[in-house]
C-alpha cells in the first residue's frame, strides 16, 4: 500500500503507512513529514518493513531529502532498520541519550554512529525547512527514554506508543467507547503509571492539537476526539497503580 497522506497542502504533507508489517509482526504504523521538500520519518520500523518503505517514500520525495529520523525509544518495530536509512540517506537520527548506546546491537555501523543524535530528557526542537517541530518528553510511556513529535504546521501529535490500539480494523477513531477496547489492555500492562499519564496530558493541553497520531492502530481525529482521548488518560490506572503484592511470589 502507498501513502494515505493524512495532511496535504502544498507546503506541507504527512503520509501515514500503515500495512507494511509481517502478518506475524505487531502491527505498526510509519509517519513521514514532508515540509518544502524536506523530510522527516518516524519511527522507521524493522528489517522487512525497510525496503517496501523506503521504495513508497521515494514516490513523495527523493530518499535524500530526507533530513531527520526520531526514533521515540529502543524498541526493535522503531528502530532495527536504522542502519539502512542511515546506509540509504544523509538524515541524522534522534534518540533518547539513555539508548544511544543499544543501537550497535541492531547492526548499526560504527561509521554511522556519528550520524545519531542523542535528545536530552527535556526535547528538543527540529527545523524542518522553516516548520519548527517540537520533540516532547514521555518519559516512561512506556520507555525509561520516549519522545514524541507535534507538528505545528499540521497540529498532529505524534504519540507512539501512547493512543497505541491492536485489532481495529479503520484509519480514524469514530466511536471512542467502541474503540477503548482495542486499547485499554495495552495501555494498562505498558503505560507505568497514572501519574506520568496527568503529567503528559497537562502538557498537551498547552498545544493545539487537531490530531494525535500513535505508532499502533487508529488516529484520534478532530478535537472533540483528540479531548476525549485525553480525558480517558487523565482517569486511567495503569502498570504500578495495579501492580500488588500477589504479581510478586516466587513460581511453584
Known sequence: ???????????????????????????????????????????????????????????????????????????PDIVASINGWLMTTKAYAYISKLWTRFLPHFGLDSQLEER???????????????????????????????????????????????????????????????????????HKRYMASGKILRFWVNMVRQLDVEMIAPQHGAIFKGREMVGRFLEWLENLEVGVDLMTQDKYKLPV
Open 1 to 75: 500500500m502507498t501513502a494515505k497522506l493524512i495532511f496535504n497542502t502544498q507546503d506541507h504533507k504527512v503520509a501515514f503507512y500503515e500495512e507494511l508489517t509481517p502478518a506475524s509482526a505487531v502491527q505498526a504504523n510509519q509517519y513521514l513529514i514532508i515540509h518544502k521538500g524536506e523530510g522527516m520519518l518516524l519511527d522507521p520500523g524493522g528489517h522487512k518493513v525497510f525496503p517496501k518503505l523506503l521504495s513508497d517514500i521515494s514516490i513523495l520525495i527523493p530518499t535524500g531529502n530526507i533530513k531527520y529520523i526520531l526514533l521515540s525509544h529502543q524498541d
Open 116 to 186: 545519531v543524535i542523542p535528545i536530552d530528557d527535556s526535547g528538543t526542537k527540529l527545523n524542518l525547512n522553516g516548520c519548527e517541530l517540537l520533540i516532547l518528553p514521555a518519559h516512561f510511556l512506556h520507555s525509561p527514554g520516549n519522545f514524541q513529535v507535534y507538528d505545528p504546521c499540521s497540529k498532529i501529535l505524534f504519540s507512539g506508543d501512547l493512543g497505541a490500539s491492536l485489532g481495529q480494523d479503520y484509519f480514524f477513531v469514530e466511536d471512542f467507547e467502541t474503540h477503548i477496547k482495542y486499547m485499554e489492555g495495552f
